[in-house]
């Protein structure tokens, strides 16, 4: 009893254990937030991967694909059972994007994915991530009228980041339509004037803009002018030909539609290939939906041959993984397979790349992986789960977290040996008292527990302590963030680099637990040493301590 | 039980020698010593005599190069240290010249400690109430019913005395074992530590071992044991033959 009664009154008592407990505490508190943190954007992190990628992804090698998807999917079926809840055939090759920004091409090196409409959104989350809220519910390729996020979808926020996509779709297309034939009816009209169109140093003359621009307030009423809120001017290369703005749009030669009333195939490109994110947290936009791009991509014949096509932007994807959005853009697979020759002129019969699979909730994904591997032959087929088409991303995580809650971990070993250093100070001022405790009959076993129970005390209190402070920081961790910001005016979380709104924060009752235990652990086994040599004091000389 | 021709305290042969460095301090050359039951026997000697050592001895709290300890006829000098430990705690109560109550504690948490250190927790919530009520009928009939909550700080000299004697008598010891007891106390305070052990003694019979240098002191007991170079001296010393002629 009388550990107890000492423990807690070398507690209240001695105040330099406060230093101990002040470790203890930061530690714990910081262990607690970073791996929240850490767990947050890993399980963002996947939940994106996993958002684009279906739970089992069965592939060709050949980005020629293999042949009849239907019977592959019956034979995919038949093999995995009850397991498998959907499928989705899809298309995907590497190919470049093209697209005019003020007269400038700009070229992007992409994965063409061409994807069922139908079904693509039942195997995976496509559809969450697209800026049309007609467009979550049901994946279209035409173009809408109208109708676009100005708000991010995904963002707790109610801020208005994206204005450029308020007049986008149709409205913008019939828009650009008549600024593209102001400009052609000018140009003509200087061309048979004799003046020359082409400006000697400057880019598209801010006089015929503004010329345009009269006339389409005149013409248009009040539709917005969504190229106004595209990117900012910047001036063309001095000494450079000025291009046609409009170039991009033009039917290809041969073709009669009218690109006010009609669009090409639709293309949904991932958000990061056509927009960037200003220092103020808003989305300029290069490209709007109703805006055309072209697309260059291989054949699957051989050898490959490069095809061209131009495309209609319907709308954006946005899985706000910078990889996926930077990289992906998705057409209709059945027009893609048209223009690749995927399709068998004799049979009829397609060719697809590979074939999405969706599980049931709770199927356990590497069982029906290896079903599925018994029965296709590995040389021709690839069978993956969607952790192991991104094995090394995901371990390398794993890997970031381990080694970073080592050094966290150092830091509460360090107030470990601070509570080492305090204890034996304690020792040496308690000498006295040890020996009367053992005048009294406390043995050697008594005398070492009130420095374990004084260690266990010390630790319980601190990791207590941490824990509340940690939680607190974690649990309110955007809060804080705000308050910081507001308080040093510098951006603390960056949404331009993360793509995120809000620092993502989970915590993980096990992660937590472990977390008290070791560094409640670390304050008892740092007594240990002081509590031993209190132990073997021999009581005569602790008597005469002075 | 302990007859008349048992001692509680029998030693013999008590050698205790210290090491410091490389030499060495012979302080008990060979003590014989015996303490009658209810007897109240005091040990001088000048200082380096031994006579701190023997006492220490006596209570268990060191170890002897030689020689054997007996209490109520049983040998406890070879004991594991668990049960020197434990009849420390039940046995013998000590008392010392610097009080020796721990800081932290108040005058009745001192008293109640060596009942704290016997009993574990669950042990101790069943027995509380009862060691409460006896360490505060102790500490009332020393005088200090309302100092119970007053830390040692706040005590004086003889008040710290009496709350180290009440703790040396909470655990009803066979024999006292009282070190310089006086000796950082005023001389009116100091005598009235004397009587109340001689109080305890005369009144409850309780066996008690007195060091101390002050002959004046000694002579409050019913016996005086001299220690003179590490040895028993039972030469009578110059105030006893003076005594002695002055009383024939």
Not at chain 2, 19 to 48: H, K
Not at chain 2, 157 to 168: D, N, P
């Amino acid at each position: 009893m009388y550990k107890l009664l000492l423990c807690w009154r070398y507690l209240r008592t001695r105040w330099i254990a406060l230093a101990s407990i002040v470790s203890v505490t930061l530690g714990v508190a910081t262990m607690i937030v970073v791996n929240a943190v850490m767990a947050g954007f890993s399980h963002e992190m996947q939940t994106r991967i996993h958002g684009i990628l279906s739970d089992l992804v069965f592939e060709s090698h050949s980005l020629s694909g293999f042949q009849d998807p239907k019977w592959h999917m019956e034979e995919i079926k038949r093999a995995g059972g009850d397991d498998i809840v959907g499928m989705t055939p899809t298309v995907a090759v590497p190919a470049m994007l093209n697209f005019q920004v003020r007269g400038q091409w700009v070229t992007r090196q992409i994965m063409l994915i061409g994807i069922d409409e139908a079904t693509h959104a039942e195997v995976s989350d496509f559809g969450r991530y697209l800026q049309h809220p007609a467009n979550r519910g049901r994946l279209s390729f035409a173009l809408r009228d109208g109708g676009y996020d100005t708000i991010d979808s995904q963002s707790e926020s109610r801020a208005v980041t994206r204005p450029a996509l308020e007049g986008a779709g149709w409205p913008h297309r019939r828009i650009r339509v008549e600024r593209e034939r102001i400009w052609r009816e000018k140009l003509e009209a200087d061309r048979r004037s004799g003046a020359s169109a082409e400006p000697v140093d400057h880019g598209p003359s801010r006089s015929v803009d503004q010329q345009v621009d009269a006339v389409l307030a005149a013409t248009t009423a009040t539709a917005p002018s969504a190229q106004a809120d595209q990117a900012p001017a910047e001036p063309t290369p001095a000494g450079s030909k000025p291009a046609d703005p409009f170039r991009q749009a033009r039917p290809e030669e041969g073709t009669r539609m009218d690109p006010a009333t009609e669009q090409f195939t639709g293309v949904v490109p991932g958000i990061g290939l056509t927009s960037f994110r200003d220092g103020g947290g808003v989305d300029r936009f290069l490209v709007l939906p109703g805006d055309d791009v072209k697309i260059t991509f291989p054949t699957a014949g051989t050898p490959p041959k490069a095809v061209s096509d131009t495309f209609t932007v319907v709308d954006f994807y946005e899985s706000k993984m910078s990889e996926y959005d930077s990289n992906f853009v998705f057409v209709p697979i059945a027009s893609l397979q048209r223009m690749r020759g995927m399709i068998d002129p004799q049979s009829g019969l397609t060719s697809v790349n590979s074939i999405q699979i969706k599980l049931r909730a709770g199927a356990d994904l590497d069982v029906v992986r290896d079903r599925l591997r018994k029965v296709f032959p590995a040389d021709l087929y690839a069978v993956s789960t969607w952790r192991d088409k991104q094995g090394p991303l995901l371990a390398a995580v794993d890997m970031e977290m381990s080694v970073l809650n080592i050094l966290l971990f150092l830091i509460i070993a360090v107030a470990g040996f601070g509570i080492l250093a305090i204890f034996f100070m304690i020792v040496v001022e308690k000498t006295r008292d040890i020996g009367i405790l053992k005048s009294l009959g406390a043995g050697a076993g008594g005398i070492g527990g009130i420095f374990l129970g004084y260690g266990l005390f010390l630790g319980i209190v601190g990791a207590g302590a941490g824990l509340a402070l940690g939680l607190s920081i974690a649990c309110n961790i955007n809060a804080i963030r705000a308050g910081v910001e507001w308080c040093t005016g510098e951006r603390v979380f960056d949404p331009s680099i993360y793509y995120f709104y809000r620092i993502p924060s989970i915590v993980r009752p096990f992660t937590v637990a472990w977390i008290i235990v070791g560094a409640v652990g670390i304050a008892v086994a740092s007594s240990v040493l002081p509590a031993l040599r209190a132990a073997r004091l021999h009581p005569v000389e602790a008597l005469r301590h002075d | 039980m302990t007859d008349a021709r048992t001692p509680l305290v029998c030693v013999r042969g008590m050698r205790k020698t210290y090491r410091s460095g490389e030499g060495t301090l012979e302080v008990l050359r060979g003590v014989d010593f015996d303490l009658a039951a209810g007897e109240f026997v005091s040990i001088v000697g000048q200082s380096g005599s031994g006579k701190s050592t023997l006492l220490h001895l006596m209570g268990l709290l060191d170890v002897a190069d030689a020689g054997s300890i007996e209490l109520d006829g049983v040998r406890v000098d070879g004991l594991s240290a668990a049960r020197r430990d434990r009849l420390r705690n039940t046995a013998i109560g000590m008392v010392f010249q610097s009080y020796h109550l721990l800081p932290e504690l108040d005058a009745l948490e001192n008293v109640l400690a060596p009942l704290m250190v016997r009993h574990g927790v669950w042990e101790w919530l069943r027995a509380r109430r009862r060691a409460r009520d006896t360490a505060r009928a102790l500490l009332d009939r020393f005088g200090l019913g309302g100092r119970l909550r007053h830390k040692p700080r706040q005590l004086s000299g003889g008040e710290m005395q009496r709350v180290a004697i009440a703790r040396a008598l909470v655990t009803r010891p066979r024999v006292l074992l009282a070190d310089e007891p006086t000796g950082n106390l005023d001389e009116a305070t100091g005598g009235g530590i004397l009587q109340t052990l001689g109080e305890l003694n005369r009144a409850d019979g309780l066996s008690i071992v007195l060091v101390t240098h002050d002959p004046t002191v000694a002579r409050r007991a019913d016996r005086i044991v001299r220690l003179a170079a590490g040895r028993v001296d039972d030469a009578p010393s110059p105030a006893d033959l003076a005594a002695r002629r002055w009383a024939g």
